[in-house]
């Protein structure tokens, strides 16, 4: 966003007309200037020519603030193309491939945009999702039920003292309705979960496989955009910037130990000139590098009557029943 300049007097030709003529009742009470009286010309002559003045003088802060800078060694950028993030949807998705959208390709749109790098659309559809703490009056509310919990598991706590959670939704659909979330104080683990859906439960396999890079002989990668609520701009030399978020991916592989579910790390993928910087301060794309076998990929159904410890401990959070997916965090 550029500095706009501070204006000096910011009147218009139309202010210092009325200023003059609210002036003449107290020198002039007994002339009333009319339209085309050659008193009311001469005053918005006199005003015209204040007005162009007043531009002249307005442009005195930009003038000291190009010459600030030009001691500083700092140059005005050139005009450049916008930027953006955008979301493809192929027309007729296929469960069984992915479809690559070459560089330089043109997204048609309200807003038509070119792409700077090859894309891969894979057949998923990712949605984000968080462990809710409850609240005093929520848990009394389901006080019932965190009995039959802890009955169930086993659990010596008492079940107001449960830290129990609601699997709740960042966006609802709409532009602009994003949840303000606390990581710390607001979620029971701490972390931000993509659930990666499948069109249809009797596609997963094939999603699978395609996702493994079965179909391309090679890895896939999947492009997770970021959108900094409060964006750092990215030109401020070599400053140390504040608000990092240091953070890792995990996919799950529907495997279990004595510590409860176990998790993929996965790695991005840098050097891309659309790579997010400086630990999402800035506005960019994760670029995250999947697992290249099938067994690597684990089914999460997050069914109670299939596993009776889904959702719990460091287990994704439980969705509407539907197994046609998996989870990342």
Request: glycine fraction near 8%; aromatic fraction near 6%; include cysteine.
């Amino acid at each position: 966003m550029p500095i706009i300049p501070p204006r000096l007097d910011d009147r218009s030709f139309e202010d210092l007309v009325e200023e003059l003529l609210s002036r003449i009742p107290a020198h002039t009470p007994e002339w009333v200037p009319q339209m085309g009286d050659p008193g009311r010309t001469m005053l918005e002559l006199f005003a015209w020519l204040a007005d162009t003045i007043l531009y002249r003088a307005n442009l005195i802060p930009e003038r000291q603030r190009l010459a600030f800078l030009n001691l500083l060694g700092r140059k005005v950028r050139p005009a450049r193309a916008a930027r953006g993030i955008v979301t493809i949807h192929p027309e007729e998705p296929d469960d069984a491939g992915a479809v690559t959208v070459a560089k330089g390709s043109t997204i048609t749109g309200s807003v038509k945009f070119e792409t700077l790098s090859d894309v891969t659309v894979l057949p998923v559809t990712a949605e984000c999702y968080y462990k809710r703490l409850l609240t005093e009056e929520e848990k009394q509310g389901m006080l019932p039920v965190l009995n039959g919990l802890k009955d169930f598991h086993s659990i010596e706590t008492e079940p107001l003292d449960i830290r129990g959670y609601e699997t709740t939704p960042v966006f609802n659909g709409s532009p602009g309705s994003e949840t303000v979330i606390d990581l710390i104080q607001s979620t029971e683990d701490n972390s931000l979960w993509l659930a990666l859906l499948a069109s249809k439960p009797g596609s997963v396999n094939a999603v699978k496989e395609v996702l493994a890079g079965k179909d391309s002989g090679s890895q896939r990668i999947l492009n997770i955009g970021v959108a900094p609520y409060i964006e750092l701009p990215d030109d401020i030399d070599e400053m140390p910037l504040t608000g990092k978020i240091p953070h890792v991916w995990e996919i799950s592989t529907a495997e279990d130990d004595e510590n409860g579910a176990v998790y993929s790390v996965l790695s991005r993928l840098p050097g891309s000139e659309n790579d997010t910087k400086n630990e999402l301060t800035q506005r960019g794309v994760e670029r995250i590098v999947l697992p290249g076998k099938v067994s690597d990929f684990g089914v999460l159904e997050g069914d109670v009557r299939k596993e009776a410890n889904a959702g719990v401990g460091n287990r994704p959070p439980r969705l509407a029943y539907c197994p046609r997916g998996y989870s990342a965090r």
